[in-house]
């Protein structure tokens, strides 16, 4: 089966912090996804990529970055975070060959203080 | 922006019961829908995907599609406890970028 893993699984940070999540994917997929999931809503797209090097903007991606360093790695950075962007993170994978089904890391719990 | 809506919001069912959850987009380019299902505290799973008009079975899950009014249904029959979860609607124009719905929480009464 397919692994997507993410760290830190739990992040506390104040106001105005630097916070980085990464995600790791070892199943050789072009995609990568960048997912926020709040209490009342599914799943909303920050941002994704389909290979090292290329960026895509999500739906919800205001006071986020993101960085594809290889296949495997894809990061989200908060340079100023905000209590608004207390939510628990999601990344995924997938690629053509098994129709974009995607695969889910355990999520990341950030809360800003 | 798609949208992609779910009803009803949350449903009971009694154990052994069918449990009947809705999806519509609003994108007219959309080609593929899936349905995820999250347990508490879990990540989401996929669970059945349709790109074809017509119905999909698999077990106690039945899945269908009208692409003319992009409305797909998920039917869960003998419903069991195991299966309370949030049910995540998704659709996507045949490329890499999905659009989920909030979901419908579905919890099975013993």
């Known amino acids: 089966e397919a692994a997507v893993t993410q760290s830190p699984r739990n992040k506390v940070t104040v106001t105005g912090g630097n916070v980085t999540l990464s995600c790791r994917q070892t199943n050789s997929h072009n995609y990568m996804y960048w997912y926020r999931q709040d209490t009342g809503h599914g799943l909303r797209l920050i941002h994704y990529?389909?290979?090292?090097?290329?960026?895509q903007i999500g739906d919800v991606p205001d006071g986020y970055k993101a960085t594809r360093t290889t296949q495997e790695d894809f990061f989200l950075l908060l340079e100023l975070a905000s209590p608004s962007q207390t939510s628990l993170y999601f990344c995924a994978s997938s690629d053509e060959g098994s129709l974009y089904e995607q695969y889910f890391g355990p999520g990341t719990r950030l809360t800003v203080l | 922006q798609q949208k992609v809506q779910q009803s009803p919001e949350s449903l009971i069912v009694p154990e052994g019961g069918m449990a009947s959850l809705n999806c519509t987009s609003s994108?007219?380019?959309?080609?593929y829908f899936w349905w995820y299902r999250q347990h508490s505290g879990k990540s989401p799973k996929m669970l059945m995907s349709i790109f074809s008009n017509g119905e999909k079975e698999e077990g106690r899950f039945t899945v269908h599609l009208n692409k003319a009014s992009l409305h797909t249904s998920l039917h869960i029959r003998d419903s069991q406890p195991s299966d309370s979860a949030l049910y995540l609607c998704a659709a996507s124009p045949n490329t890499g970028k999905l659009t989920f719905g909030d979901g419908t929480v579905l919890t099975v009464k013993p």
């Open positions: 994108d007219r380019n959309v080609d």
């Open positions: 990529s389909y290979g090292a090097g290329n960026l």
